[in-house]
């Protein structure tokens, strides 16, 4: 009888003996530490673009990482909270993960009307070493008065004008026009300098507004334009480049501040898998979008030679002297250097 229990006693330790050490990484961390919590990830977009992407890349990491323990719930197309209320709700901690829009957040700092300067950065490169840089990551940090706290840049890319009007090629185009834009003072006098009127309006009612005439036209990337059928109910597209939409990845601070180490360790880990998706996938997913408008013909599209190009950055140029002293000289300066200016 003693015999049996030794050997059953032997039996069972070794297992877990085993069991424990299955589950330990070579780094000797393990998911034993990691608390178990729900985070919510809420968006404007829908799901076939780069923020999504870039959103479920980061959900599957942070789930195998943490053996399920964290899940994340990711809410796209503005289905938890919209551009109206998604900051108050970041702030509030009702919702952990934000990924608006920069130009939505130039009512807290002007400085985030950066990727409204007219032709600053020609692609998404040039976009990325600007907010990876010393300045820009000193923009993405200026919110912790409001417990928020920017992590991470990540593009879409470059915008494009459609309208209901007629096809604009020259800045003269736009006189009289009105247009949707994300906000922002520096998006206002683009408009203004164009002879054109402008509004913001929530994405998830710009469809609406479009479809109705409330106003003739708006800015936006091509996965934006295709995912949310814009070209249904615009006539003409201009591909301009002239504007940027670029995100960045917001975290209430108190959340991020309170996780233990190992979970903090997974969660910072999923962000980073995030953003190395969402950068990858940007480019291709405009592209892919451009050939699908084309495909679908409902918009007819002018792409502007580079002399047109020319004209229109030279009407815009002015916008620069009018914002040097709210953005700030430094700003402008980090910005041209990583646009190699
Ligand atoms: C828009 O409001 O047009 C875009 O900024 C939406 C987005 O998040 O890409």
Known sequence: MKKFALSLFLLTSSAFLAACGSDEPASGGSADGVEEMTIKFSHVVAENTPKHQGALAMKEYIEKESDGKIEVEIYPNSSLFGD??????????????????????VGNNPQFNVPSLPFMFDNDDEAIAFWDGEKGTEILESLQDDGVLGLKMWPNGGKHLTNNKLPIDSPDDLDGLKFRTQGGQVLEAVYSTLGAG???????????????GVVDGQENTFS?????????VQKYMTVMNHT??????FTNTKFWEGMNEETKAIVEAGVEEGTKVAREEAISLNEKAYDLIKERGETEITELTPEQVEEF?????????????????DVY???RAAAGQ
């Open 84 to 105: 109206q209320d998604e900051y108050q709700n970041l702030v509030a901690n009702n919702v952990q993960f934000i990924a608006p829009d920069l130009s939505k957040f």
């Open 198 to 212: 402008s509004e913001s309006i929530p994405f998830s009612e710009l469809y609406t507004a479009l479809d109705q």
């Open 224 to 232: 934006n334009i295709e995912s949310k059928k814009f070209d249904e």
């Open 244 to 249: 940027r939409v670029d995100y960045a990845i």
């Open 313 to 329: 950055k030279k009407t815009l140029e002015p916008i620069y002297d009018e914002f040097e002293e709210e953005i700030g000289a």
């Open 333 to 335: 300066e980090a910005a």
